[in-house]
């Protein structure tokens, strides 16, 4: 007898995650089928993948790409949409178990939302998503009955780290940091570092955004307020600690003192599978952690006066409202400015810290307000660095 296949929507299927994902789906067809890809714009890879995974439907972003994405897949009978608005309505479709979410930034948001509303289970790997509206994202799988599986490493360690822990209380989440590649630099070294450095990271092979998130501990930050709504935790019970070998995904103390760490070799295909397989776990032939390579873990306190970002994601955290809709458009706008070299690397968090001070404070915002907000912080990062 064979069991009924989980079909799952990826959203940015030519992206890091994406990609790994679907090595994932193809070690494991007799339990996953890939139902959606989706890309932005990165047509000849999003063909190249409904090719060979037959989905039963794709969508191009960029609406100019219809044309040539529908005249190659239309013969093999793969349904193809363009456009925003088609990512948000492909998402309920009936025959989708569960949509992961591997968008790069405030994108993710909507389809996000609208997969939540159908009742679609979540494989979350749009951090951004839970950093812009993680008050209203929670609300919402909570009244659907929606479950969001964190693909994030540091959240699928905390995860694993309290399945089977049924309601003991987390006394401190302790998310780990690698530090990226400028650790142990001061401000006077970090002035004119070149994107090419910033973009080299020791550990992880990633896209451009987070790998800047990185650089200069965003992405840390940005998980710190990511790790409050998915575990439903007070800020004041989360740490960070930089762990350079990024061996310890990250850990959870328990109100005994007992401390849970998850290890092994970083590498996203893990949580990416754990995430799909919850509650299996499922064989793999990733390369295997072996501690005498490894004689000594070391850790040691992020430096928040050279990296400001990571306490700036504390600060937007505990003003909470609109404040993390913010520092999140403010980020992006940031290192889509570094990339495009227009900005330093400390310029960054200039330009977040203004926007933060800039922008009009929303206690409880709606879908609405977190569209204005964003578009709105938007502008004013620009318009600083004018
Ligand atoms: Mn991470």
């Known amino acids: ?36 890809l989706t890309a932005n714009n990165s047509v ?46 492909v998402v309920e479709m009936d025959s989708i178990d569960m949509v992961l979410t591997a968008l790069v930034g405030y994108s993710g948001l909507k389809p996000t939302l609208k997969a939540i509303e159908a009742g679609k289970n979540i494989a979350l790997a749009n951090k951004e998503t839970m950093v812009v509206a993680g008050d209203l994202i929670s609300r919402m799988a909570y009244e659907k009955g929606v479950n969001i599986y964190p693909v994030d490493s540091e959240h699928s360690a905390i995860f694993q780290c309290i399945v089977g822990e049924f309601n003991n209380p ?33 550990n992880w092979d990633m896209g451009a955004k987070i790998t800047i998130d990185s650089a200069t501990l965003m992405n840390k930050g940005l998980e710190v307020i990511e790790a409050k709504w998915l575990f439903n935790v007070d800020v004041s019970k989360i740490e960070v600690i930089v762990h350079p070998q990024s061996i310890i995904h990250s ?6 003192g007992s401390i849970k760490a998850q290890m092994g ?19 793999s032939n990733f390369p295997r952690f072996n501690f005498t390579d490894y004689p000594s873990l070391t850790f040691e306190q992020p430096d928040t006066n050279t990296f400001r970002n990571l306490d700036f994601a504390f600060e937007a955290l505990k003003k909470g409202g ?52 964003d578009k709105e912080t938007r502008i004013i990062a620009k318009e600083i660095t004018v």
């Open 170 to 202: 987390i006394e401190k989440i302790i998310l780990t940091a690698s530090g990226g590649p400028f650790r142990g630099r001061n401000r006077t070294e970090l002035e004119n570092v070149t994107v090419k450095e910033a973009l080299k990271h020791p």
């Open 265 to 283: 070799l970083p590498d996203m295909k893990l949580p990416i599978q754990y995430a799909i397989s919850y509650p299996q776990r499922i064989s």
């Open 251 to 256: 850990m959870v103390q328990f109100e005994d």
């Open 322 to 373: 609109n404040i993390p809709c913010v520092l999140n458009a403010a980020n992006e706008i940031a290192v889509q400015l570094f990339l495009e070299e227009k900005v330093g690397f400390l310029e960054m968090s200039d330009i977040i810290e203004s926007c933060m001070a800039k922008m009009p404070y929303i206690c409880n915002p709606l879908f609405e307000d977190y569209v204005h907000t």
């Open 44 to 89: 000849d890879l999003l063909i190249q993948q409904a090719i060979e995974f037959q989905p039963n439907v794709v969508v191009i972003g960029n609406e100019d790409e219809y044309d040539r994405v529908f005249d190659v897949l239309n013969p093999h009978d793969i349904k193809v949409y363009a456009g925003e608005n088609a990512l948000s309505s």
């Open 1 to 36: 007898m064979e069991n009924k296949k989980k079909h799952i929507a990826i959203l940015g299927s030519t992206g890091s995650i994406g990609t790994q994902a679907l090595e994932v789906i193809k070690s494991h067809s007799d339990k996953f089928v890939a139902e959606v």
